[in-house]
């Protein structure tokens, strides 16, 4: 059997994803998660041998999530199943050890045989994603990704400064390199450019 857990924050989107995956014989659903920290709890709790998550989710993203996974060393292989047709998402996913990345609009049979192919050790790719991501490089540093996401959020400097642990001047400065480093005006053009990109 394998053993999946599954985090989408949609209860509705949830719902009918755990229904597929209880009509393949060869899947056990163990848990069911609706934010970033419950399935972090359950991948800790279960050790399944896939997590399947979603991008945007509540209090950690799935790509927070795959590099906890990686950095803690587990042995779980974690699949993102999104509606994000981003590049640099993709990008972004794979440096994080991510060994699925399918689109949701994809046929149900076909995230199917993406389990299957990832629990024996391949990965499952979106092929026309995969052409389109090696296009666009992504130009932002981890903090200066971080200090953007706040910004853009409407977090101020001094609550970003205590959040991330660094001074306003620091954070200043990382809106500063990330605003030319996209060739935005300030730093909502910024946000809206790097989030277009998948960069966020």
Excluded: C
């Excluded at 629990?119 to 499952?124: K, L, N, T, Y």
């Excluded at 390199?177 to 966020?200: C, D, V």
Aim: proline share 2%; net charge negative; no cysteine.
């Amino acid at each position: 059997m394998i053993r999946l857990v599954l985090a989408e924050d949609q209860a509705m989107v949830r719902g009918a994803l755990a229904a597929l995956l209880r009509l393949e014989s060869d899947f056990d659903l163990v848990a069911e998660a609706g934010d970033g920290e419950a399935a972090w709890d359950a991948v800790r709790q279960q050790q399944p041998d896939l997590l399947i998550t979603d991008i945007e989710m509540p209090r950690l993203t799935g790509l927070e999530l795959a590099i906890r996974i990686k950095e803690a060393e587990l042995t779980t292989r974690v699949v993102i199943l999104t509606t994000f047709a981003r590049s640099g998402y993709l990008r972004r996913a794979l440096d994080a050890g991510v060994r699925g990345y399918l689109l949701k609009d994809a046929p149900s049979e076909q995230l199917a045989a993406a389990l299957r192919q990832v629990h024996a050790g391949g990965r499952a790719i979106d092929p026309q994603l995969a052409v389109a991501a090696w296009g666009d490089d992504d130009p932002l540093s981890e903090r200066e990704r971080q200090v953007l996401r706040l910004a853009g959020e409407g977090v101020k400097s001094a609550d970003i400064g205590e959040r991330l642990h660094l001074s306003q001047g620091t954070v200043r400065n990382y809106l500063s390199e990330a605003i030319g480093k996209l060739g935005a005006e300030n730093r909502i053009e910024a946000y809206r450019l790097a989030r277009a990109k998948g960069w966020l």
